[in-house]
């Protein structure tokens, strides 16, 4: 195959790894100064320890000059120097390097499949472990209530014949992880756990083969549905990580309708718009590119660019950015930017970007593994060895160093942190918020900095008539009776206000960017902003903190409207709890300055940033983090998107854009913001059991395996000790759940208290 051959079905259906170094070239992306950047997907990594293999690798590589491995879209984005030497620097060493680390990659495509077999795989396993070591169990129970022989046996028999499949199915995902590792010379997690699973097994057949009272099936599939629960919820909440990016890449438009030199009109992919283009945007169509209006006058939804809910007018000359929604008039655009430079573009790779960062945390699991794997492995052997050696029965021997393998298998180490985040899940989902991302706790327990969007979040994005000037009442019921008329937010507000009943108009007209206009009785009637309805209009006193529709009659104003947003219930509750804790609380949203202070003003926000794009709100959430803070933003919109995905921890409400719901960690359905502390506080409990867990598996470790080396501890009190361990990290995380039932009941008694007194 040469250049010439690859298209972009071919190029994204092969195997990376059947790529020469020319191809690669040409799949991969200029970045300038003789830098490419390739990005491939690698399918297989699934935690920490796997990010620093391959980065790892990659860094060994002389002419790599950067490798990121993103945990949540599974992508490694590698930048490589152009000009190479074949014979050194072949850029195919990329995927010869990923591949020499024990992972598979292929090219990267952003379209996520929309079934997700992995999750669907893990799901079956852990219903097969589950089933089997609950029939297993039952039959236990009855072995260690004292059976006769031939009835223990039989059991054993029946145990072993439901432990078998059971092993081989639901075990495969830590089978062929750590076969894979020991493969290409190195260990993880897995191994310790596939040993252990093995062993125990094998060693409780061969007990049951020569009639011996004990047989540890149970505790084999035991271990095995704990650790398949953990990993099933991880890998769950990472594919609704991931559903963010996929969902703002699938809101661009397609393609759009090129007009030509004849007036002709032809439609072509959105990535055949060139520079100089003009196109043409029906009304109810995104704009497709970045550009400059040519002809044309409408209304433009820009909340994915500044995030205020009011549609802007635009006309000819004005500067469009591609997402945007024409809602009222065609216009027609000139391409200033191709499609992949574009604003649309621009935050999805903010958010991969954001994302990719944040992939790198690790979770304190994640860093023990690589200690944790081949201590346990050097106890076992050694313990084998000297039991073999110096005892000289090596059947002893290895019992006790299965016995030592499974004290030490990381179980309780496992349900550490995704048991506590499960049960945090559950407190949190009773106070009205949902958790997307189980890591999202442990850094919500971090923050010392609430940054705000205003529309939307603060506020509830509804306009709210807050006063009138009128000469007469029936001025106000026209305004009304125009207003029915049209779907502007503001008109919408006026019609639903109170007052005298809308008079009503035979023939209405709406005027794109500039509002309503009808006759009658031989007068005309103008209902929208000051320039429409009297150019000799001035600006309203308070600088802008409010919204204006001005009513005119024969170009003579009548009447004047002044709007403002209201506020989300419980945000000034939720500030003031806020600021009691000693956050730092601050505004960043895209709407005027005069009114995002005006607003921090009425909610006591230590500091208020307006006129904020998407861009400006991910550079201010990076340098509070270069200060030292730790933000958590709140925001709702497309444009809050980067930003979500760029802060430290992210929040939305439920209604929430659907971008910014996938984009932030934590979705909040109350429509009261006390979910914002209430959470936080949550969050801090779950994080102190947390590392509570971390000491108890630790404490059990160092209690245990001496025991177990020195002999005293059998399979069965080894099985026995792991699974008390793990009862009693599970135990310790539903305290959580306890201390919401008890703070639930202090806030109802004292609800109580308070309205009795009243």
Not at 36 to 54: E, F, Y
Not at 259 to 284: C, F, Q, T
Not at 394 to 417: F, Q, R, Y
């Amino acid at each position: 195959m040469t250049c010439c051959d690859l298209n972009t079905d071919s190029v994204l259906a092969m195997s990376a790894t059947s790529f020469s170094a020319e191809e690669i070239a040409l799949v991969s992306h200029p970045l300038g100064d003789g830098l490419r950047q390739l990005d491939l997907s690698v399918p297989d990594v699934h935690c920490g320890a796997c990010i620093s293999t391959i980065e790892r690798a990659l860094s060994a590589l002389p002419y790599v000059t950067k490798a990121r491995v993103n945990l949540t879209s599974r992508r490694v984005t590698c930048i490589y120097r152009q000009e190479f030497d074949k014979r050194t620097t072949d850029p195919t060493g990329i995927i010869l390097a990923i591949n020499a680390a024990g992972y598979r990659a292929h090219l990267f495509t952003p379209i996520a499949s929309e079934n997700d077999t992995t999750r669907n795989q893990l799901l079956l396993a852990v219903g097969v472990s589950g089933f089997a070591a609950t029939n297993i169990m039952l039959l236990s129970v009855s072995v260690w209530s004292g059976a006769d022989a031939a009835t223990r046996d039989m059991f054993h028999w029946i145990s072993a014949l439901i432990a078998a499949p059971a092993l081989v199915y639901a075990g495969r995902f830590f089978f062929r992880s750590a076969w894979n590792a020991l493969k290409h010379g190195r260990t993880n997690m897995d191994v310790p756990i596939s040993l252990a699973v093995t062993l125990s097994y094998a060693v409780s057949l061969w007990e049951t083969m020569h009639h011996g009272e004990h047989a540890w099936f149970d505790a084999s599939v035991s271990l095995l549905f704990f650790l398949l629960i953990g990993r099933t919820l991880d890998h769950v909440m990472r594919e609704k990580a991931r559903a963010a990016i996929n969902g703002l890449a699938r809101l661009a438009p397609r393609g759009a309708l090129l007009l030509m030199r004849d007036g002709s009109r032809h439609y072509i992919p959105i990535e055949d718009i060139a520079v100089g283009d003009e196109v043409a945007i029906a009304a109810g169509e995104r704009i497709p590119v970045d550009g400059t209006i040519v002809s044309g006058e409408s209304d433009i939804d820009l909340s994915i660019v500044t995030g205020e809910s009011s549609p802007g007018a635009v006309a000819g000359g004005s500067q469009v950015s591609s997402g945007a929604m024409n809602l009222t008039g065609s216009l027609v655009v000139r391409a200033t930017k191709l499609a992949k430079n574009s604003l649309l573009a621009e935050i999805i790779n903010l958010m991969e970007a954001a994302e990719g960062g944040r992939a790198r945390y690790r979770r304190i699991a994640d860093r023990a593994a690589s200690l944790y794997s081949p201590a346990v492995h050097l106890l076992a052997l050694v313990s084998f060895l000297a039991w073999g050696f110096f005892g000289g029965d090596w059947k002893h021997a290895m019992l006790v160093a299965v016995a030592v393998l499974i004290i030490t298998c990381p179980c309780a180490l496992g349900l550490a942190v995704p048991v506590v985040q499960v049960v945090a899940a559950g407190e949190l989902f009773r106070k009205g918020v949902m958790v997307k991302d189980g890591s999202a706790l442990e850094r919500l327990a971090e923050v010392d900095t609430v940054a705000f969007d205003k529309t939307g979040t603060l506020t509830i994005g509804v306009p709210r008539l807050v006063a009138t000037t009128a000469l007469d009442d029936r001025f106000i019921a026209k305004a009304k009776g125009l207003a029915v008329h049209s779907r502007h937010p503001l008109s919408q507000a006026l019609a639903r206000s109170g007052g005298p009943a809308p008079t009503p108009f035979d023939r209405v007209s709406e005027i794109p960017g500039g509002g309503l206009q009808a006759c009658c009785a031989g007068k005309t009637y103008r209902l929208g902003n000051a320039a429409f309805a009297d150019p000799t209009a001035t600006s309203p006193s308070d600088e802008g903190r409010f919204s204006e529709v001005v009513l005119s009659r024969n170009d003579e104003v009548q009447a004047r409207f002044l709007f403002e947003d209201t506020l989300r219930p419980g945000a000034r509750e939720a500030v003031d709890e806020l600021n009691l804790r000693g956050y730092e609380t601050v505004i960043v949203s895209g709407d005027r300055q005069s009114v995002v202070d005006s607003t921090a003003l009425v909610l006591g926000l230590d500091k208020a940033l307006g006129a904020l794009g998407p861009q400006q709100k991910v550079e201010e959430c990076q340098r509070l983090s270069a200060n030292g803070h730790r933000v958590l933003m709140v925001g709702d919109g497309i444009n809050d998107a980067p930003a979500l995905a760029a802060a430290h921890v992210s929040m939305a409400p439920a209604t929430a854009s659907d971008i910014g719901r996938q984009a932030a960690d934590l979705v909040f359905f109350n429509e009261r913001l006390e979910a914002v502390p209430q959470a936080i506080a949550v969050a801090k409990q779950a994080a102190k059991l947390i590392r509570q867990n971390f000491a108890l598996a630790i404490g059990y470790n160092v209690l245990a395996v001496p025991i177990a080396i020195a002999g005293y501890a059998t399979p069965l009190i080894a099985a026995v000790a792991m699974s008390t361990s793990s009862i009693i990290v599970v135990t310790n995380a539903l305290r959580l759940s306890t201390l919401g039932m008890r703070q639930r009941r202090e806030r109802t008694m004292t609800t109580t208290r308070e309205v009795n007194a009243a």
